[in-house]
């Protein structure tokens, strides 16, 4: 009898437990289960919209990721750099693309653990006076950002 006490005590706090995780209002046992089996149901339906959302960005092709933006500084340019994605090797593509243009990288802070961001000023090594565009600049960035986001990995 004490046995069986206690088996009831301890299901009605498991429905107890149950009503309060999602969050019923119901009296009855069934009520509960009822309850909570909405309650799943909407947590499925939940899920599935989440995943749905997710598989959708991962084909959705966003036109402004990478995102460039240089602008002209007195000796240079700040040049900035953001990416949903980080792709291997990011940051020495960019560098090469710098040194190709002829810019000397006087300061710069990057993160690429899951994204890629990169700010950097950059100014003018030519010594032939030849001054350089920020538009040119921007665009020689772009085509190195994409050129390696696309998986045109140069080979080492």
């Not at 947590?43 to 990478?66: A, G, H, M, R």
């Amino acid at each position: 009898m004490v046995s069986r006490n206690k088996s009831d005590s301890s299901m009605r706090d498991k429905f107890q437990l149950l009503r309060s995780v999602t969050n019923s209002h119901a009296e009855s046992e069934t009520s509960i289960i009822t309850d909570a089996s909405k309650y799943i149901k909407n947590l499925k339906k939940k899920v599935e919209e989440i995943n749905n959302v997710t598989t959708s960005e991962q084909y959705f092709c966003d036109p402004t990721d990478p995102m460039v933006t240089v602008d002209t500084l007195e000796n240079g340019f700040l040049i900035n750099i953001t990416s949903r994605k980080n792709d291997g090797g990011m940051l020495v593509c960019l560098l090469e693309a710098f040194e190709n243009l002829g810019l000397d990288v006087v300061e710069a802070r990057v993160s690429c653990t899951d994204s890629f961001s990169m700010h950097a000023v950059g100014s003018s090594n030519n010594d032939d006076g030849e001054s350089m565009d920020a538009e040119a600049v921007k665009q020689a960035v772009e085509v190195a950002v994409r050129t390696r986001s696309d998986g045109h990995e140069q080979k080492w």
